[in-house]
T-cell receptor, first 115, second 113 residues
Framework: DTEVTQTPKHLVMGMTNKKSLKCEQH?????MYWYKQKAKKPPELMFV???????INESVPSRFSPECPNSSLLNLHLHALQPEDSALYLC??????????????FGSGTRLTVV | GNSVTQMEGPVTLSEEAFLTINCTYT??????LFWYVQYPGEGLQLLLK?????DKGSNKGFEATYRKETTSFHLEKGSVQVSDSAVYFC????????????FGAGTILRVKS
């Protein structure tokens, strides 16, 4: 299995809703990432998990809450979002060990629309 | 800090034309370099990579050579197809910050038949 699977593919939510994005990989990667991508822009790093522990938070607002229940799963919990949070949310994974990093494997993303 | 600069697009070519997308970087040391491709409505796919100076990455007819003298990693393809129309991102590994990838702004490629 060489894929990163993200669900749902599309999500429309109101500003008072609570929703979660899910990401799963079975490649044995011990680093997992959340990126946000606005239209016609490069991906922006949000969070990094290394060995199931949060290692990087790029000053993301608290309305985004990541969770890594185990080495294969990564969630992003959403609450009280704003319309400007509408974007493509990408999950990625990679090897973590020095000398074993060959880039990320990305999922196909969740397209989020906040209304 | 580390950064990547790509040529601005969109780049519009006719089918079978030669493609070059320029990428230069600023970094401490010699980071690993990557090209990713994003087709409409999809995530990013790793296209090719190079981990040290003078390495040449290649895949699906695309090539890029890691040039430390010019801090460049230009993407080339000898004959593009309509199916190559996509956004191309150059990236480097910021090893001082875990395995964070730093992306360029992306270059839109449009290939006309």
């Amino acid at each position: 299995d060489t894929e990163v699977t993200q669900t749902p593919k599309h999500l429309v939510m109101g500003m008072t809703n609570k929703k979660s994005l899910k990401c799963e990989q079975h490649m044995g990667h011990r680093a997992m990432y959340w990126y946000k991508q606005k239209a016609k822009k490069p991906p922006e790093l949000m969070f990094v998990y290394s060995y199931e522990k949060l290692s990087i938070n790029e000053s993301v607002p608290s309305r985004f809450s990541p969770e890594c229940p185990n080495s294969s799963l990564l969630n992003l919990h959403l609450h009280a979002l704003q319309p400007e949070d509408s974007a493509l949310y990408l999950c990625a994974s990679s090897q973590e060990q020095e000398g074993s990093f060959y880039g990320y494997t990305f999922g196909s993303g969740t397209r989020l629309t906040v209304v | 800090g580390n950064s990547v600069t790509q040529m601005e697009g969109p780049v519009t070519l006719s089918e079978e034309a030669f493609l070059t997308i320029n990428c230069t970087y600023t970094a401490t040391g010699y980071p690993s370099l990557f090209w990713y491709v994003q087709y409409p409505g999809e995530g990013l796919q790793l296209l090719l990579k190079a981990t040290k100076a003078d390495d040449k990455g290649s895949n699906k007819g695309f090539e890029a050579t890691y040039r430390k003298e010019t801090t460049s990693f230009h993407l080339e393809k000898g004959s593009v197809q309509v199916s190559d129309s996509a956004v191309y991102f150059c990236a480097l590994r910021d090893s001082q910050y875990g395995n964070k990838l730093v992306f360029g702004a992306g270059t839109i490629l449009r290939v006309k038949s």
